[in-house]
């Protein structure tokens, strides 16, 4: 009997000292990753084609201090802190031990341009203006929006528009999310609605320019009207 209780005291002493050294070793781990000096932020770096802001102007609004421990990094909240730069989509952040933090950033890609008080915005596909010019870029669409739905609703249909199109169209102009239209070279209007039914609308559109007139409608593509 004694030696069966030694065993088993010997079995309980094992088992409190695996325990306790797993214990110890994964409170290791949380100190070493998460509170200790060792694997804390000591160099940023930006990576990604940027055209319509720099590494430094990213790095000078992430919200990002020296000597934070990698594990640490928020990613939603380096994300936030670099809304004040409208030219970036999106921010992936990398962790590069023991200490360096990498950002890839995607910037929003401009599907048409709008004029600004200052020259000219840069328009993505959701409807967000960056990258301010003092020149019109030449090879996209203008769009005039009297709203953000407006606009939203213009960005909708700038990249279906047809390539027989492009050569006659001047200007887009959403004055509600309902009541987009295109301006066409001869002073020609198009009053094309609403986003919806886009493909048939274009159709429609196409044929109806063949008829000389001034106005072409076609917000109800199955009802589609022409005024001199």
Do not use: C
């Amino acid at each position: 009997m004694d030696e069966l209780a030694k065993r088993r005291r010997l079995n309980r002493f094992k088992k409190i000292s695996i325990s306790t050294a797993v214990v110890l070793f994964v409170g290791g781990l949380i100190w070493l990753f998460y509170f200790s000096n060792l694997l804390v932020v000591k160099k940023i770096t930006v990576v990604g084609e940027l055209q319509h802001t720099t590494a430094e102007a990213v790095v000078s609004e992430v919200d990002i201090r020296n000597g934070v421990p990698l594990a640490r990094l928020d990613q939603k909240a380096i994300q936030k802190s670099l809304a004040g730069i409208t030219s970036v989509a999106t921010v992936e952040v990398r962790r590069v031990w023991p200490s360096e933090v990498v950002l890839a950033v995607i910037e929003r890609t401009p599907i048409a341009t709008s004029k600004s008080a200052t020259g000219w915005e840069l328009v993505d596909a959701e409807g967000v203006e960056f990258g301010s010019l003092s020149q019109r870029p030449s090879e996209l669409v203008e769009v005039s929006a009297k709203t953000n739905l407006a606009l939203v609703a213009a960005t909708e249909v700038v990249p279906n528009i047809p390539v027989w199109m492009k050569s006659e169209l001047l200007l887009v102009q959403a004055e509600s999310a309902n009541d987009l239209r295109f301006l066409l070279k001869e002073n020609r209007l198009v009053r094309f609605g609403n986003s919806q039914s886009q493909v048939e609308k274009f159709r429609v559109l196409k044929t109806l320019l063949t008829i000389p007139a001034s106005v072409y409608d076609v917000s109800a593509p199955n009802l589609p009207i022409t005024r001199k």
